[in-house]
């Protein structure tokens, strides 16, 4: 294992469907507030109510020139809008660009663009624009934010499905832990699904929605007993990690990352598992030498997939977490899918600091009474340890501890 | 398809490929390096132009071209020998 001691958090940029910047972000969190509709988003729907939580039109970065705006998608441009938050606020303009890095957390994040192009060519594919060479990789989204940035160190793409967000959180504090970067921001990107997207994971059983298509804000229910999956929210979330005390104009930080582990299942399938999300809980409560006594408030993954939560609530209880505080971020956001990871320690680090928890909407009639839920209203809390976690499919489980800096 | 209306068709895709040259006062002479545009930028300007003209090339045949003048009268002249 590497030192994890001493890195912390200096920058947060948000873009949820509920806010558009932390602040808007932090005050809908507390508010309970959602955003969940049937999708209009082109490319969205065929034929179809998809329920879920699509964005204000984003704000272009003003490092983004009019040219680079034409050809960015939508993941680009909340990227960069999201990515100026988290760097303005760290105050890395003017840092050694060599020094600081960037870990992109998501696979195939631009599919319904993609769908939109082959639409327009289909009938005459031999004039495809020449620019989708480069803008069906995911690592367009590298260019686009290292050249707008500046960035030299590093820059790359972490897949993890769901766990991809966190697992770029985790591969950005390695990153600086190791000494590669003295800097490193951690993006969650939008995962930007079409239709064809979504009627997979409708087939899979693993989404909700259409079904609460006159009722949009009763579909996304994680922990509640009558959940029927997990509803999709546009979303992006960036952290800026670097050692404490590192650099001297660095603001004071939100949290230390005093933990993480990534554990995998050996399983292709979208099954949780109890053994796997238990091992990634205690090996992060290791590695931070902590005990789960120590652990204040626990950010579940809690998509509301029928058996996703209730292992999750069993890994809890295994590990010893019941005393602890739990809501559901993707009750307000939705699941973010490859950003829900880093929008959810995001939204950690807000809580912690704030020294409040947010509710969890529609969570009525909860899956097991043992866990602290925090329900209908926001509460004071003072969190000194928490603990976020992210499972994808593919069997990948990961788990982030987040404590409070010593003044 | 005339140079003129083909000169017309290039610069329209320049100014939507490159929006910063909107209020340009476009000639024969300008090049695509001299305005500006990248590799990426000059293969975009060059295929929206040929969907535009619907003349299935090859980009590769648009290279020889050395201003916007040169590629509207090949673009032009080729339209024509495709015709027929």
């Known amino acids: 294992m590497s030192d994890s001691a001493g890195l912390v958090v200096t920058g947060i940029g948000v873009t949820t469907a509920v806010g558009r910047g932390k602040a808007d972000f932090t005050r809908a969190l507390f508010a ?53 938050e988290a760097w303005t606020e760290a105050g890395l303009d003017g840092y050694d660009p060599d020094r600081v890095g960037l870990v992109i957390g998501g696979s195939n994040l631009q599919q319904r663009e993609l769908v939109l192009a082959h639409d327009r060519h289909r009938a005459k594919p031999h004039f495809l624009r020449p620019s989708y060479g480069l803008s069906y990789l995911d690592t367009d989204l590298c260019g686009l934010c290292t050249s707008a940035f500046g960035i030299r160190g590093l820059a790359h ?40 997207e979504l009627l997979g994971l409708r087939a899979m059983g693993a989404m909700a929605g259409e079904d609460h298509a006159d009722a949009p804000g009763d579909a996304c229910r994680p922990f509640d007993k009558g959940r029927s999956g997990f509803v999709y929210g546009e979303a992006c979330a960036a952290l800026v990690i670097e050692r404490r005390g590192a650099r001297p104009e660095a603001p004071a930080p939100y949290a230390r990352l005093s933990g993480w582990s990534v554990r995998l299942d050996g399983n292709r399938n979208p099954d949780p598992s109890l053994a796997g999300e238990t091992a990634a809980i205690r090996q992060a409560l290791d590695r931070a030498g902590l005990t789960a006594r120590d652990i204040d408030y ?38 973010g899918l490859t950003a829900a990871g880093a929008v959810e320690a995001a939204a950690s680090l807000l809580q912690l600091r704030h020294g409040r928890l947010h509710p969890t909407r529609n969570l009525t009639e909860p899956v097991d009474d043992a866990p602290r839920w925090v329900r209908e209203a926001a509460v004071e809390a003072d969190i000194q340890h928490c603990l976020s976690l992210s499972m994808g499919f593919g069997g990948i489980n990961t788990a982030l501890c987040l404590s409070a800096c010593a003044a | 398809m005339t140079k003129e209306k083909t000169f017309s068709l290039i610069v329209d895709a320049v100014r939507e ?14 090049t695509l390096d001299a305005l500006g545009a990248n590799s990426m930028d000059r293969a975009e300007i060059v295929m929206t132009v040929l969907e535009e003209m619907d003349l299935d090339i090859p980009l590769v045949d648009t290279h020889g071209p050395q201003n916007l003048g040169e590629l509207a009268q090949h673009l032009s002249d080729t339209a024509a020998v495709k015709a027929g």
């Open chain 2, 17 to 30: 490929i490159l929006p910063e040259l909107a209020g340009h006062d476009f000639a024969d002479t300008d």
């Open chain 1, 298 to 335: 626990v950010n579940p993954h809690g998509t509301a997939s029928p058996t996703g939560d209730t292992t999750e609530v069993a890994a809890l209880k295994a590990c010893g977490l019941t005393h602890a505080a739990v809501n559901a971020t993707k009750s307000i956001t939705g699941h």
């Open chain 1, 157 to 196: 793409t972490v897949g993890g499905a769901s766990a991809s967000g966190q697992l770029a959180v985790i591969e950005a504090a390695e990153a600086v832990a190791s000494g590669r970067v003295d800097v490193c921001v951690a993006l969650g990107a939008l995962a930007d699904l079409s239709y064809w």
């Open chain 1, 32 to 84: 309970g507030e959602h955003r969940f509709a049937v999708m209009e988003r082109p490319g969205r729907q065929s034929g179809t109510r998809f329920v879920g939580a699509e964005l204000p039109a984003p704000v272009p970065s003003a490092r983004l020139g009019a040219r680079e705006l034409r050809t960015a998608s939508l993941t680009g441009q909340v990227a960069l809008a999201t990515l100026d």
